[in-house]
């Protein structure tokens, strides 16, 4: 029998073996529902057998394992042993030893890491590869004789793969610089900066998983959120961390997460920048604080037949020493009337009254009017109505900046305001101010250059107890308030001590395609390193068209003729007529075939990308260059530029010669 059929047997193996864990998980489902207990203990146990039932039945029917570790001799702990390394552990039978070890576990860390300078004490490491399930080879690097192949056949292929549908895991690919960002601890928040087709977004994502596999009691109870730029996004990555065989992943984007009325008004530009200014955060806080009044008369608090008496100077301190303890404003309105209570307490009691908690509650009911008057209960609309009612004073902006934001015609109420988008982070910010938000044990932010600072601020009241992971490109910077510098951004993110790391090494854009961004870094707002690309054999094709539909549907055309997806990328005014075009030449969008704007194309790829006149991307606003460096970088394979008009002068390849 060779090897490879001897693989073939293990993988046979850990099917079997996965079926089986599968079967005794739903098994034990059942039988925990009937185990003697608390109801406390019973209801944790129910969760967790049913959590763990539904990862693996959610285990998609893939490779079982990737890469295979025979330690040398020389290894300290695992001299002569043979582990593989999957996407998940598999089990042996009868508590024999496990047929696959996680990709997260400490022993397969080598299988990154090792190299011929440092083996790690790995003799060999063998990488496989698959079509769909079946296992059609393999490759040995012989660590132990310092031969040492990091771009072989199977890993080439593995990542130059087409891809069509959502996002693929890479934890076969992954590279030493990734993978220590990876398995950086979970107290360590990390910014990085990252050049398309660096990984970036798979480290992050993959970060997750390892991070719930290595500290999975403090994270269940704090939970793992992902935050993507828009939904396209989310929906392209959504499918990572459940092949990981993560599940409980709070996956969703910033407006989804702070959606807590319904959007139906829009902005003026000069509003929306001044809405995301930092300054809002004082403009709110002062117009919430703002209605809180001082005492100005006695407190007489009726019992029965008798009255307790609180003094004007006694309730004035109250109320001070509660600002001064600087807890969020509905806490705060708690904390006065339980001072206020107590008072009135240690005069009853002194007077021989037996303060039981029936009394205490009445009393507590009783100073509510005054708490109304002093300390007003608010909700985060009625604050925000009177600021954008032009009603509250907010020395933070200049005359002009509070004209921007201020409604022409302000509501009766606030019930009658129709909300905008970036309403939506500043009544996030006062419902902070209020009371404190969810918090979660880690937080990975993705295109986190293009946040303001005020939803800056929004992650970061979710992360003040947990780490981030923040992942963008300054470069890619398309917003007008787009950051400019990464320990900037990451101070605004609550997180100033974070690691920043650039990824340089690009493995799914190739070199024909990163030569040409590469030409526009300096016409960006943006000081970030060259990509070095490690892929060669891309196709980069300019295609000058007297009619730029009709050059499109060629373009589309040849292109379909490639395995993998087609991306078309054009200026947002133009993308909808260019899609009407390819559907009356009867090129439908499907699975394959996008259409989209070039605002909604950032985090995406395609095998092949068609990029309709640059020109027009690169003069749409302030970011223009910005959002054509995205479009030109969303291709992995192959890239059509199609134009009628001119070129920016950057793309001029020499009379539209392709490449």
Same mark, same amino acid.
């Given at each position: 029998?060779?090897?490879?059929?001897?693989?073939?047997?293990?993988?046979?193996?850990?099917?079997?073996?996965?079926?089986g864990m599968l079967d005794a998980a739903r098994e034990n489902v059942i039988v925990g529902e009937t185990v003697?207990?608390?109801?406390?203990?019973?209801?944790?146990?129910?969760?967790?057998?049913?959590?763990?039932?539904?990862?693996?039945?959610?285990?998609?029917?893939?490779?079982?394992?990737?890469?295979?570790?025979?330690?040398?001799?020389?290894?300290?702990?695992?001299?002569?042993?043979?582990?593989?390394?999957?996407?998940?552990?598999?089990?042996?039978?009868?508590?024999?030893?496990?047929?696959? @070890?996680?990709?997260?576990?400490?022993?397969?860390?080598?299988?990154?890491?090792?190299?011929?300078?440092?083996?790690?004490?790995?003799?060999?490491?063998?990488?496989?590869?698959?079509?769909?399930?079946?296992?059609?080879?393999?490759?040995?690097?012989?660590?132990?004789?310092?031969?040492?192949?990091?771009?072989?056949? @199977?890993?080439?292929?593995?990542?130059?793969?087409?891809?069509?549908?959502?996002?693929?895991?890479?934890v076969a690919t992954i590279q030493p610089e990734q993978d220590d960002l990876v398995r950086a601890g979970l107290?360590?928040?990390?910014? +990085?900066?990252?050049?398309?087709?660096?990984?970036?977004?798979?480290?992050?994502?993959?970060?997750?998983?390892? =991070?719930?596999?290595?500290?999975?009691?403090?994270?269940?109870?704090?939970?793992?959120?992902? =935050?993507?730029?828009?939904?396209?996004?989310?929906?392209?990555?959504?499918?990572?961390?459940?092949?990981?065989?993560?599940?409980?992943?709070?996956?969703?984007?910033?407006?989804?997460?702070?959606?807590?009325?319904?959007?139906?008004?829009?902005?003026?530009?000069?509003?929306?920048?001044?809405?995301?200014?930092?300054?809002?955060?004082? +403009?709110?806080?002062?117009?919430?604080?703002?209605?809180?009044?001082?005492?100005?008369?006695?407190?007489?608090?009726?019992?029965?037949?008798?009255?307790?008496?609180?003094?004007?100077?006694?309730?004035?301190?109250?109320?001070?020493?509660?600002?001064?303890?600087?807890?969020?404003?509905?806490?705060?309105?708690?904390?006065?009337?339980?001072?206020?209570?107590?008072?009135?307490?240690?005069?009853?009691?002194?007077?021989?009254?037996?303060?039981?908690?029936?009394?205490?509650?009445?009393?507590?009911?009783?100073?509510?009017?005054?708490?109304?008057?002093?300390?007003?209960?608010?909700?985060?609309?009625?604050?925000?109505?009177?600021?954008?009612?032009?009603?509250?004073?907010?020395?933070?902006?200049?005359?002009?900046?509070?004209?921007?934001?201020?409604?022409?015609?302000?509501?009766?109420?606030?019930?009658?305001?129709?909300?905008?988008?970036?309403?939506?982070?500043? =009544?996030?910010?006062?419902?902070?101010?209020?009371?404190?938000?969810?918090?979660?044990?880690?937080? @990975?932010?993705?295109?986190?250059?293009?946040?303001?600072?005020?939803?800056?601020?929004?992650?970061?009241?979710?992360?003040?107890?947990?780490?981030?992971?923040?992942?963008?490109? =300054?470069?890619?910077?398309?917003?007008?308030?787009?950051?400019?510098?990464?320990?900037?951004?990451?101070?605004?993110?609550?997180?100033?001590?974070?690691?920043?790391?650039?990824?340089?090494?690009?493995?799914?854009?190739?070199?024909?395609?990163?030569?040409?961004?590469?030409?526009?870094?300096?016409?960006?707002?943006?000081?970030?390193?060259?990509?070095?690309?490690?892929?060669?054999?891309?196709?980069?094709?300019?295609?000058?068209?007297?009619?730029?539909?009709?050059?499109?549907?060629?373009?589309?055309?040849?292109?379909?003729?490639?395995?993998?997806?087609?991306?078309?990328?054009?200026?947002?005014?133009?993308?909808?007529?260019?899609?009407?075009?390819?559907?009356?030449?009867?090129?439908?969008?499907?699975?394959?075939?996008?259409?989209?704007?070039?605002?909604?194309?950032?985090?995406?790829?395609?095998?092949?990308?068609?990029?309709?006149?640059?020109?027009?991307?690169?003069?749409?606003?302030?970011?223009?260059?910005?959002?054509?460096?995205?479009?030109?970088?969303?291709?992995?394979?192959?890239?059509?530029?199609?134009?009628?008009?001119?070129?920016?002068?950057?793309?001029?390849?020499?009379?539209?010669?392709?490449?």
């Open positions: 029998m060779t090897a490879l059929d001897e693989e073939r047997r293990h993988a046979e193996r850990c099917r079997a073996g996965l079926r003697a207990g608390d109801r406390y203990s019973a209801e944790r146990l129910g969760r967790h057998l049913k959590s763990l039932a539904e990862e693996l039945g959610e285990e998609p029917d893939g490779p079982p394992f990737f890469g295979r570790l025979d330690f040398g001799a020389g290894s300290a702990d695992h001299a002569g042993r043979t582990y593989h390394i999957g996407r998940r552990h598999v089990g042996g039978e009868r508590g024999g030893p496990p047929l696959v @070890i996680d990709w997260r576990a400490p022993v397969s860390r080598a299988f990154y890491r090792a190299g011929a300078r440092d083996p790690l004490g790995v003799a060999v490491r063998r990488r496989f590869g698959w079509a769909g399930t079946v296992l059609t080879g393999y490759e040995d690097e012989r660590l132990g004789r310092g031969e040492e192949e990091r771009a072989g056949r @199977i890993l080439t292929a593995e990542i130059e793969r087409p891809r069509v549908g959502p996002m693929r895991d890479i107290e360590e928040s990390i910014c +990085v900066q990252g050049a398309p087709g660096t990984g970036k977004t798979a480290v992050g994502l993959h970060r997750a998983a390892y =991070l719930l596999y290595a500290h999975r009691r403090r994270l269940r109870r704090g939970g793992v959120l992902v =935050l993507g730029p828009n939904r396209a996004f989310l929906g392209y990555v959504s499918a990572v961390l459940p092949a990981l065989g993560e599940v409980d992943v709070e996956q969703t984007t910033l407006d989804e997460l702070l959606a807590t009325v319904p959007v139906r008004a829009g902005d003026t530009p000069d509003a929306a920048a001044v809405k995301h200014d930092a300054r809002m955060a004082r +403009v709110l806080r002062e117009a919430l604080y703002g209605r809180i009044r001082k005492p100005v008369e006695p407190l007489a608090v009726p019992d029965g037949s008798a009255r307790w008496r609180v003094g004007e100077d006694e309730l004035r301190r109250v109320v001070d020493d509660t600002r001064r303890d600087g807890l969020p404003y509905a806490t705060a309105r708690e904390r006065v009337r339980a001072r206020v209570v107590e008072l009135v307490r240690r005069q009853a009691e002194a007077r021989g009254r037996s303060a039981t908690a029936a009394w205490l509650r009445g009393v507590g009911r009783a100073v509510t009017p005054f708490l109304d008057a002093v300390w007003p209960a608010v909700r985060p609309e009625e604050v925000l109505y009177e600021v954008l009612s032009g009603r509250a004073h907010a020395p933070s902006l200049t005359g002009a900046e509070r004209e921007a934001i201020v409604w022409a015609r302000p509501p009766r109420g606030f019930r009658g305001a129709r909300w905008s988008a970036a309403d939506l982070v500043l =009544l996030d910010e006062l419902a902070g101010l209020i009371e404190r938000p969810r918090g979660y044990g880690h937080v @990975i932010v993705d295109e986190a250059q293009d946040l303001s600072p005020m939803q800056c601020r929004a992650v970061a009241r979710r992360s003040g107890h947990g780490s981030l992971t923040v992942l963008g490109d =300054l470069a890619q910077g398309t917003t007008p308030w787009a950051a400019a510098s990464w320990p900037e951004r990451m101070a605004l993110l609550g997180k100033p001590e974070a690691r920043v790391v650039a990824l340089t090494a690009g493995f799914r854009v190739p070199a024909e395609v990163v030569e040409v961004a590469n030409r526009l870094l300096g016409t960006l707002k943006a000081d970030v390193p060259v990509t070095r690309a490690h892929r060669a054999g891309g196709r980069l094709r300019v295609r000058a068209a007297g009619d730029l539909a009709a050059g499109l549907v060629a373009a589309v055309r040849e292109a379909l003729g490639f395995e993998g997806s087609v991306g078309v990328i054009a200026a947002d005014p133009a993308a909808g007529a260019l899609e009407e075009a390819l559907r009356a030449a009867g090129l439908e969008p499907d699975e394959r075939l996008a259409v989209l704007p070039a605002s909604l194309a950032k985090g995406l790829e395609f095998d092949h990308a068609v990029v309709c006149e640059p020109g027009d991307i690169a003069r749409s606003g302030e970011r223009g260059p910005n959002l054509l460096y995205v479009a030109l970088t969303r291709a992995v394979s192959r890239l059509d530029i199609v134009h009628a008009g001119p070129l920016p002068v950057e793309l001029d390849l020499g009379g539209g010669a392709g490449m």
